[in-house]
């Protein structure tokens, strides 16, 4: 029977053969299990296998399965759509959040964040390819929200995130990825201090890293397939 353990093993060599595939150097790539709808005791097996980063899409489900795991070493990150009304548990649980698109929760989010814990890292949610059902902000205004973003005291700036709509075809992955990729290389000409692309998921993850991608999001190939989900 394949275990969590295994599937983390085989996403790691995944990320590894595309590395050498792209000329990029062994452990440039960050994996993030997506452990959304998968209780305490999936976390708890992939920690033992040695991940330490878990991305959680429902704020509140995520909330409870911390309680549950007080006191492991962990590294919360938020992927899913940041409502107005749950900034503060946002800001108050996690330690990153990858789905920014608007100033008025980036403003929100460094308001709410205790000072007893550090900045929250933050990755911009772009809209790349215009998809009609996905969440983020439009590259031609990514630049102003970068900057709204980088002036924030509780905020740390780290980069973009992007969730292309599905493409089966590699060539197309690759496509829009680039362009990711370009803009995110344009915004640290024009002076932003950024060092993280979260790109790439378990279907697309070869593309996105061949694009330069520093962080990939997988759940479906570490923990199965997904229950249904939980409200947010």
């Known amino acids: 029977m394949t275990t969590i353990r295994d599937?983390?093993?085989?996403?790691s060599t995944r990320i590894d053969?595309?590395?050498a595939a792209a000329g990029r150097a062994p452990g440039s790539v960050r994996l993030l299990a997506v452990s959304k709808t998968f209780g305490p005791d999936a976390v708890r097996e992939a920690h033992a296998a040695g991940q330490r980063a878990f991305g959680e899409n429902y704020i509140q489900e995520a909330?409870?399965?911390?309680?549950a795991l007080d006191g492991l070493d962990a590294e919360w990150h938020c992927i899913g759509p940041v409502q107005s009304n749950?900034?503060?548990l946002v800001a108050t649980h996690f330690d990153w959040v990858h789905s920014v698109d608007r100033v008025k929760v980036a403003q929100r989010l460094s308001e709410q964040r205790p000072n007893g814990l550090p900045p929250l890292q933050v990755c911009l949610q772009v809209n790349m390819d215009a998809?009609?059902?996905k969440a983020g902000v439009e590259p031609a205004q990514a630049a102003d929200l970068a900057r709204?973003?980088?002036l924030l005291p509780r905020l740390k700036l780290r980069g973009l995130m992007s969730i292309p709509e599905p493409a089966s075809d590699p060539a197309a992955q690759l496509a829009v990825h680039?362009?990711?990729?370009?803009?995110?290389d344009a915004l640290r000409a024009a002076g932003l201090e950024m060092d993280t692309l979260s790109m790439g998921m378990t279907a697309d993850l070869e593309a996105a890293i061949h694009a330069g991608s520093t962080m990939v999001r997988v759940g479906t190939a570490i923990f199965g397939s997904?229950?249904?989900p939980a409200a947010s």
């Not at 599937?7 to 996403?11: A, G, H, M, P, R």
């Not at 680039?178 to 995110?184: V, Y």
């Open 7 to 11: 599937n983390l093993q085989s996403v």
């Open 17 to 19: 053969v595309a590395c």
């Open 63 to 67: 909330v409870e399965k911390m309680a």
């Open 86 to 88: 749950k900034t503060r």
């Open 131 to 133: 998809g009609p059902n």
């Open 148 to 150: 709204a973003v980088a």
């Open 178 to 184: 680039r362009q990711t990729r370009a803009l995110f």
């Open 226 to 228: 997904r229950a249904r």
